[in-house]
């Protein structure tokens, strides 16, 4: 690459809950600041700037809350930038930071996404009634299970898929500290026979509501080579589309094909099965796990589930998707992407703990949002990009 | 690293309250269609999109996902939002084009500020656990700092006036401007003769010591800018205008905690982009005495032209007034009239965040 | 000097438009530091807190603005202390705490470094307050922990006779599970906004054609797509659609889903069918409804066709169709809506 070498130096994140209410919003992105600025060994006059992420300010009730947080972000003075992309916000809001360091302007920058769901109700927030439509809406579930239901009739998945995505990414869960939900008794019976809310998406296959944050620290090609085990950016790609348009194909849309296709060829990947050691991919409801599989082109269109059904993406699989448990373990939605990406930093430097992946060399980090239209990603590396 | 430019600038109309939708569809198509025009360029041609607005403008999450729909996104394109003012999606874009990824961006900007009460939604701006619980609007907050300025001796009731007065005459050049007129700072302080029988000189103390005429109008509307690398930015206009520098930063949110006469992240953002030597500087100050401030830290002299398009005071379309004032920058080298030229941009309340951007003649 | 800013009349060709209320007790958790504070305000006691530099901030600050230090040393500061700045609201808006008359003031406690932002209540005379004044907190009756516990300040010297009329006083603060009263949790913090939502003056036309039981779509003239609503952008070719189609109230389901699940702010009970409607020589389907058959006999390609409400029910809305319901004909094959999925 002509620009600038990349490198995360540091993560961290809170511990995700439902209800956080033993700390306030700055004491949360604190939590997840603290752990990543200890993890990457920078002091506050190392910091040269601080991106923030976060979805849909109604959560929470504060416009633009990065205003109010600028204390506890030891912004003051510095540049402060604030990104909303929907869903992919906690991933786009990573790209944005790297771009600081990248394009030459900037040493070492905090990044931090967070959401604290308790404040609010998202179900509310995300269901508000516009005048003049049909109040049919019911959240986020509501929205993609007719596009999981379109994915069943379009590859003749088995039905049990979605569970082995829900069993497999709590038992993950279950060894990952950090995450919301650890449930490591957790079934594929046992998700079959949880209560079915939007149908096909069944309870133990839908992402919780939580509170938290994540944080990483970003810096260019000179600080990478002092960290003791940086990981570095091979690969960056971003796409958006309209939400709806006629003929738009919503079980696998093209921004997100573009985005893979565009990363793969920048970080000079041939065969993504073979060549991507473990994914972090943005997974709210189990069956997103094979549809992204198809759009990332780690499988071809109708085949995701197969790679799924027969154990590939657990943890000794070919490909191990969400060794941290992912989105289904842990949801602070705006920080949501921001986690699978640094969780694909921690694998490849090695700081993974119990879900780490032996030998992980090379990690993918994924996030989408709105309706399934924005997609931003990153490919990191143990290695120093060529 | 890559130099960048601004090759087109195009705003709506600034308008009291338009009936278009809160996404700002109707507004952004025609505009960009102006700079489509201008440039040559299509939609296709351009490497990178970032756009500013907020949703409490629009009083529901996500609004700003179907203004997409204005760019007409299908094949997919390489987008990014801020929550911000779109003159921070100048810098995402700005950035972006120096690592060398693209070498054109499109930025833009919308805002209905009219669907809402605008100065009390912006008090969900404030702290949400002290401050925003007692709703203090965005105009009284400003008032407070401009009495600490007046009762130091920092200003004047008649540099404010001066300063509004100057603002509504330059406005009458800009067709796209909310008002203008004729008018000197005896008038606007009440102390000039008048033929009106129910003048009260009390009357326009709307937020005391704040005047009517101290504070920028409620406003809807939209902006976008086209950016390209220097090299391509040849081929797109005459006269391209260099970012020979940009920078923002900000202060602490505790408003009791600083001097609210100053602005330290305007000063900062100033001294790292160098003021020397500019001739016209587009200032984003909804207030009169937040001008004062603004150019006092970016040490803007006397023969510096000061908001020659009327600036945010006679048109303030949240979240694209302080794009517009780059690209209003921006305009006087694309049309030959100037050489060095300073855009500025505000967010927050009483001028918490600062982005200071000079522009060269390539 | 003229201020041009006249509104047009509605008329019938002007875009519809209606109020969007948004509504909600935000629920706070305030932290450690925040959570003493509110605590001894229920106490009717003020804490600020000790930054890096030494300085006392009032109301406190968890982390410090030069250092971004953690901070954690509470002290007391008094109720009384010095107007600094203000300026003078004189039609207070909706949740501000005085509800006549009054100054905002930033006022610097005795024993406090920074100022406090908070009302000043003079019994609605702008000419009885000033800078340097000496003021003094006006508690609320029943303090709760919350930072509105501080009703107001008035003046030290010749407060106003009568108390001032305040907003709502805000929902009682949740104190640490066992029940211990020197830390609050959580604070309520109600916002409440309106709007005026606007529709396109395409999605009017075709909202104008629904309340005379129409289904009006407009065609893209870039792709000759078919839109309903009708949009200010084609998604894929940034134009207004134009050319108007009438389509029939018959179509098919592309897909569904069955909601199960109860939510806050829910209109309709579930159990529903929440389907995309492709109507016929429409190129792109609709959110609505599907009753008149079992939920489980909803299926992927069903003709369906819509059951209006009664007439003088109608209006400028898709509500005018209360459900869409099977037609019994045969469903659609796949491959004619498989590109709608």
């Given at each position: 690459m002509a620009e600038q070498r990349t490198a995360v130096l540091g993560t961290g994140q809170t511990h995700h809950r439902s209800k956080r209410t033993d700390v306030s919003m700055p004491g949360l992105l604190r939590e997840a600041v603290d752990r990543a600025m200890a993890d990457a060994d920078v002091a506050w006059s190392d910091i040269d700037a601080v991106v923030v992420g976060k979805a849909p300010d109604l959560f929470e009730g504060v416009m633009m809350p990065e205003l109010f947080l600028a204390d506890a972000l030891g912004a003051n003075g510095k540049p402060l930038l604030r990104v909303h992309t929907a869903g992919s916000v906690g991933g786009s809001t990573a790209l944005v930071a790297a771009s600081l360091v990248r394009s030459g302007v900037h040493r070492r920058v905090l990044t931090v996404a967070f959401e604290k769901q308790s404040e609010s109700n998202a179900m509310w927030a995300l269901s508000i009634r516009v005048p003049f439509t049909m109040p049919v809406g019911a959240g986020a579930g509501g929205y993609f299970a007719p596009h999981v239901r379109s994915y069943l009739r379009?590859?003749?998945?088995?039905?049990?898929?979605?569970?082995?995505?829900?069993?497999?990414?709590?038992?993950?869960?279950a060894l990952n500290p950090y995450a919301h939900l650890r449930q490591s008794e957790i079934t594929v019976d046992s998700v079959q026979a949880s209560q079915m809310l939007w149908d096909p998406i069944r309870y133990d296959e839908t992402c919780p509501s939580s509170d938290g944050a994540c944080a990483m620290v970003i810096g260019d090609e000179q600080a990478g080579d002092d960290a003791p085990d940086p990981a570095w950016i091979h690969a960056t790609a971003m796409r958006t589309e309209p939400t709806t348009f006629a003929g738009r194909d919503q079980v696998s849309p093209r921004a997100g094909r573009d985005a893979a296709t565009a990363l793969w060829h920048q970080a000079g990947i041939t065969d993504p099965l073979s060549q991507v050691d473990a994914a972090e991919i943005y997974v709210p409801f189990s069956w997103f796990e094979p549809m992204w599989l198809e759009n990332l082109g780690f499988a071809a269109d109708g085949e995701g589930w197969k790679l799924t059904e027969a154990g590939e993406t657990a943890l000794g699989g070919r490909l191990p998707v969400n060794p941290s448990g992912g989105v289904l373990s842990s949801n602070p939605i705006g920080a949501s992407g921001m986690l699978r990406f640094s969780e694909a930093a921690k694998q490849v430097m090695g700081r993974a703990g119990e879900h780490q992946v032996d030998g992980a060399r090379t990690a993918l980090g994924h996030a989408y949002g709105g309706g399934s239209q924005y997609f931003s990603m990153w490919l990191v590396g143990s290695g120093k990009p060529a | 690293m890559t130099e960048v430019a601004v090759v087109a600038f195009a705003q709506a109309p600034n308008v009291r309250r338009t009936h278009g939708t809160t996404n700002g569809v109707e507004m952004l198509v025609p505009?960009?269609?102006?700079?489509?025009?201008?440039?040559?360029?299509?939609?296709?041609?351009?490497?990178?999109?970032?756009?500013g607005s907020s949703d409490y403008l629009a009083g529901r999450a996500f609004s700003f996902i179907s203004a997409v729909d204005?760019?007409?996104?299908?094949?997919?394109?390489?987008?990014?939002?801020?929550?911000?003012?779109?003159?921070?999606?100048l810098y995402e874009a700005w950035l972006k084009i120096r690592t060398g990824e693209v070498d054109t961006a499109l930025v833009y900007g919308f805002g209905k500020s009219s669907a809402g009460e605008l100065r009390r939604v912006l008090s969900l701006q404030l702290d949400p656990y002290t401050v925003a619980p007692l709703w203090p609007d965005s105009v009284s907050i400003a008032a407070l700092q401009a009495r600490l300025g007046l009762e130091s001796g920092r200003w004047t009731e008649q540099d404010l006036a001066e300063v509004a007065a100057r603002s509504r005459r330059d406005a009458a050049d800009n067709p796209r401007a909310q008002f203008s007129g004729e008018t000197d700072v005896a008038t606007l302080l009440g102390s000039a003769p008048t033929t009106e029988p129910t003048a009260d000189p009390t009357a326009d103390l709307v937020a005391d010591p704040l005047r009517r005429h101290d504070i920028a109008p409620v406003t809807d509307g939209a902006a976008v800018i086209v950016l390209a690398s220097a090299e391509r930015a040849r081929d797109l206009a005459d006269r391209p205008a260099v970012i020979s520098g940009i920078d923002h930063r900000i202060d602490t949110p505790s408003l009791g905690a600083r001097d609210l006469t100053t602005s330290p992240s305007t000063r900062l953002a100033g001294e790292a982009v160098g003021t020397d030597g500019v001739e016209v500087a587009e200032l984003h100050a909804p207030f009169t005495h937040q001008e004062l401030i603004v150019r006092d830290e970016l040490g803007l002299g006397d023969d510096v032209r000061i908001n020659p398009s009327g600036g945010a005071l006679t048109g303030n379309p949240m979240f694209s007034a302080g794009l517009a004032r780059i690209g209003e920058a921006a305009q006087r080298i694309l049309d030959g009239d100037a050489t060095r030229t300073l855009g500025h941009a505000t967010s927050g309340p009483a001028l918490q965040q600062n982005l200071v951007t000079v522009l060269e003649r390539g | 000097m003229t201020a041009v800013e006249s509104e047009p009349a509605e008329t019938p060709e002007q875009p519809l438009s209606a109020p969007l209320d948004i509504g909600f007790d935000y629920t706070r958790s305030v932290g450690p530091v925040l959570g003493r504070f509110?605590?001894?305000?229920?106490?009717?006691?003020?804490?600020?807190?000790?930054?890096s530099d030494g300085r006392v901030h009032v109301p406190p600050v968890e982390y410090d603005p030069g250092t971004a230090e953690a901070l954690d040393e509470l002290v007391d500061v008094a109720g009384e202390g010095t107007v600094v700045s203000w300026s003078w609201i004189a039609d207070p808006l909706a949740g501000q705490p005085v509800q006549r008359p009054f100054a905002w003031a930033?006022?610097?406690?005795?024993?406090?470094?920074?100022?406090?932002?908070?009302?000043?209540?003079?019994?609605?005379?702008?000419?009885?307050?000033?800078t340097g004044q000496r003021v003094r907190v006006r508690w609320a009756d029943e303090p709760v922990g919350h930072i509105r516990d501080i009703a107001y300040f008035v003046p030290v010297a010749d407060p106003p006779a009568d108390a001032a009329p305040t907003a709502p006083a805000p929902p009682a603060a949740a104190t640490g599970a066992d029940d211990d009263t020197t830390t609050v949790d959580t604070v309520v913090t109600p916002v409440q906004l309106s709007y005026t939502h606007s529709a396109s003056p395409e999605e009017s036309r075709y909202l104008r054609a629904l309340a005379d039981g129409r289904m009006l779509a407009q065609r893209c003239p870039g792709c000759d797509k078919v839109y309903i609503p009708p949009r200010g952008a084609c998604p894929t070719c940034g134009v207004p659609t134009t050319d108007e189609v009438d389509l029939p109230d018959t179509g098919i389901v592309t897909t569904f889903c069955i909601v199960n699940v109860p939510f806050l702010g829910q209109r309709i009970a579930p159990p529903y069918v929440g389907a995309y409607i492709l109507l016929d020589g429409a190129d792109i389907p609709f959110?609505?409804?599907?009753?008149?058959?079992?939920?489980?006999?909803?299926?992927?390609?069903?003709?369906?066709?819509?059951?209006?409400?009664?007439?003088?029910?109608?209006?400028?809305?898709l509500e005018n169709i209360a459900h869409f319901e099977p037609t019994g004909e045969a469903d659609a094959p796949y491959a004619s809506y498989a590109h709608h999925l």
């Open positions: 379009r590859s003749g998945a088995p039905e049990h898929v979605g569970a082995i995505v829900a069993a497999k990414d709590r038992r993950n869960g | 505009i960009f269609d102006e700079v489509y025009t201008r440039t040559g360029l299509s939609k296709t041609d351009i490497g990178f999109w970032c756009s204005a760019i007409g996104a299908f094949p997919p394109i390489h987008e990014s939002h801020v929550e911000m003012d779109a003159a921070w999606a | 509110m605590a001894a305000l229920a106490q009717r006691r003020i804490l600020g807190v000790r930054g930033l006022v610097r406690l005795d024993g406090a470094d920074t100022a406090l932002l908070h009302a000043v209540d003079t019994g609605g005379d702008p000419t009885s307050v000033h959110l609505h409804l599907v009753l008149g058959c079992e939920a489980s006999e909803v299926r992927m390609g069903m003709r369906v066709r819509a059951a209006w409400k009664p007439r003088e029910e109608w209006s400028t809305t």
